[in-house]
């Protein structure tokens, strides 16, 4: 699977943006899909992740409740809604599809990242 993330950008604190992950290859539905994020000098952190049908959302716990992940499969396109942006929320954020059985909170359960997506947080 090949993923290219967009959507990143300059933004105020208290504001929003939505991120897409637009996939091609082998069938995108069946892949869980999860959005990580890296911060400078800091190590790559889980965000939010999705099952293939879409049923399932998990999120970290920086995050909940201001970020939404959701997937069309019709279009091969998973998405990250964030709002209430905070400045710590600045970061290349990824997205990448998960291994079978592997843990979904974890950066090397994924593979096949994009080149990620800047996300900037002015306070």
């Known amino acids: 699977v090949q993923l290219q993330a967009s959507g990143g950008g300059l933004v105020q604190a208290g504001g929003s943006l939505r991120l897409s992950c637009a996939a091609s290859?082998?069938?995108?539905?069946?892949?869980?899909m999860g959005w990580f994020r890296q911060a400078p000098g800091k190590e790559r952190e889980f965000v939010a992740a999705i099952t293939g049908s879409g049923g399932s959302t998990w999120y970290a716990d920086s995050v909940k409740g201001r970020f939404t992940i959701s997937r069309d499969n019709a279009k091969n396109t998973v998405f990250l809604q964030m709002k209430y942006l905070k400045p710590e929320d600045t970061a290349v954020y990824y997205c990448?599809?998960?291994?079978?059985?592997?843990?979904?909170?974890?950066?090397?359960?994924?593979?096949?990242w994009g080149q990620g997506t800047q996300v900037t947080v002015s306070s």
């Open positions: 990448g599809t998960r291994r079978p059985g592997t843990y979904y909170y974890a950066s090397a359960s994924y593979d096949s």
């Open positions: 290859g082998r069938t995108f539905s069946n892949y869980v």
